[in-house]
Each structure stands twice: as C-alpha cells, then as structure tokens.
Nanobody, 118 residues
Framework: QVQVVESGGGLVQAGGSLRLSCAAS????????MNWYRQAPGKQRELVAG???????NYADSVKGRFTISRDNTKNQVYLQMNSLKPEDTAVYYC????????????WGQGTQVTVSS
C-alpha cells in the first residue's frame, strides 16, 4: 500500500511562484509513475503534470512553460514548481502515484489548496 502526502500549497499573488511537494511511502518509489492533478470548484479533476519512473515528463497545455515536475528518488519525493501563477490555477492539487504491474493501482493524497489572487 502506497501513501502519498502533499505539502506546499498556499495563497500567492498572480505572477508569483509556489513549489508543491509530495512524499510517497510504502512502495518502491523508483517503480512509481507520479502525477499532479488539480480540481477547481465546480470542475472535474484534471491532469496537470506527470513524470514516469524513468523521468519522462508530460504537461497539460495550460501549464506548459510555467510548471515543472521533477522527482528525487533518493528522497521518495516528487515536486511541482509553479511559476507565473494565474488566478485560473486556483484549485486543490492532488498527488497521484501509479503502480503498474499486472494490474494498475492508483494512490491519492488528501490534496493541498493553491489560491492565486488577482
């Protein structure tokens, strides 16, 4: 069973930066694909960025060039560096760990609030 815990959310002005962290435990971190999702009020949860076990990354079009996902396999952590934040980035951000073997298992954190004021 994998546990993931997010941290680093908060209130920031438009144009500012935040870095989210996600600590994973209970599994073999190097085998996990890690993702950041977000959910704004009244909207569906959407994928923001992902990083594979080998380090390949992907981003939603809305955050390309502004957000950077990275992982530190020595600390079992994944990060989301968010720059040039916009009010539309306001959401609860969730860390997601994906373990793939014969079956696929998804593990979720409790979420961390990011609020960008205009």
């Amino acid at each position: 069973q994998v546990q993931v815990v997010e941290s680093g959310g908060g209130l920031v002005q438009a144009g500012g930066s935040l870095r989210l962290s996600c600590a994973a435990s209970g599994g073999t971190f190097t085998r996990l694909a890690m993702n950041w999702y977000r959910q704004a009020p009244g909207k569906q949860r959407e994928l923001v960025a992902g990083i594979s076990s080998s380090g390949s990354t992907n981003y939603a079009d809305s955050v390309k060039g502004r957000f950077t996902i990275s992982r530190d396999n020595t600390k079992n952590q994944v990060y989301l560096q968010m720059n040039s934040l916009k009010p539309e980035d306001t959401a609860v951000y969730y860390c997601n760990a994906v373990a793939s073997n014969i079956r696929v298992f998804n593990y979720w954190g409790q979420g961390t609030q990011v609020t960008v004021s205009s």
